[in-house]
């Protein structure tokens, strides 16, 4: 795999509770992802990052936060942890131009009871 | 908006035998198409990739992928099944001008022994 770890693997927290997800690079890619997956879905865009502090929304970014003020971290945050957020959540990391595949994390389970 | 579409949940093939996973994307300008893999409890590894040039693309682990404009088709292919490429496959698609990447739902192959 390439340089992208993520952090916790696996999390259980209660509803309403804040949670943050870390994702960390050594390839010094430009572009960071968070995805989620769910069965039926697919993978589906939560937000990404364009540059330190340079990031946009994507198809379901509703009841998420992201930062990133380090080119190397990404952090996701939950701000009030609902049940329908159970589920796998992805980053991913990219380095544009011809090297615009992106490479994933193990990704981090996550449960909300 | 850009969007994939992979009408296959799951295809079953015998071992040996070729294999094709289907694909078809609308974007409204240039598209970068992608083949990912997935095995269990696993991130998506990358295949492949199509960006310009030649239509026939060829990949990791003997996965190639044809890449037709005007059926805007970019389906998935391989000459003999092997039981170990038995996974979750995803293509993906980008507008060229921007960064966002949209997946598909996901297709699941099984290569019977």
New interface residues.
């Given amino acids: 795999d390439a340089g992208i770890t993520q952090s916790p693997r696996h999390k259980v927290t209660e509803t309403g509770t804040p949670v943050t997800l870390r994702c960390h690079q050594t390839e010094n890619h430009r572009y960071m992802y968070w995805y989620r997956q769910d069965p039926g879905h697919g993978l589906r865009l939560i937000h990404y990052s364009y540059g330190v502090k340079d990031t946009d929304k994507g198809e379901v970014s509703d009841g998420y936060s992201v930062s990133r003020s380090k080119t190397e971290d990404f952090l996701l945050t939950l701000e009030s942890a609902t049940s329908s957020q159970t589920s796998v959540y992805f980053c991913a990391i990219s380095g544009g131009g011809s090297n615009t595949e992106a490479f994933f994390g193990q990704g981090t389970r996550l449960t909300v009871v | 908006a850009q969007s994939v579409a992979?009408p296959e949940d799951q295809v079953n093939v015998a071992e040996g035998n070729p294999l094709t996973v289907k694909c078809t994307y609308s974007v409204s300008g240039n598209p970068?198409l992608?083949w990912?893999v997935q095995y269990p409890?696993?991130?998506?590894?990358?295949l492949l990739?199509y960006?310009t040039g030649d239509n026939l693309v060829k990949g990791s682990y003997g996965f190639e992928a044809e890449f037709n404009k005007s059926q805007t088709s970019f389906h998935l292919k391989k000459p003999s099944a092997l039981v170990s490429d038995s996974a979750l496959y995803?293509c993906a698609v980008?507008d060229g001008g921007y960064?966002?990447?949209?997946?598909?739902?996901?297709t699941k192959l099984q290569v019977i022994p």
């Fill in positions: 992979q970068y992608f990912y409890n696993r991130g998506l590894q990358f990739k960006i995803f980008r960064q966002k990447v949209t997946f598909g739902t996901g």
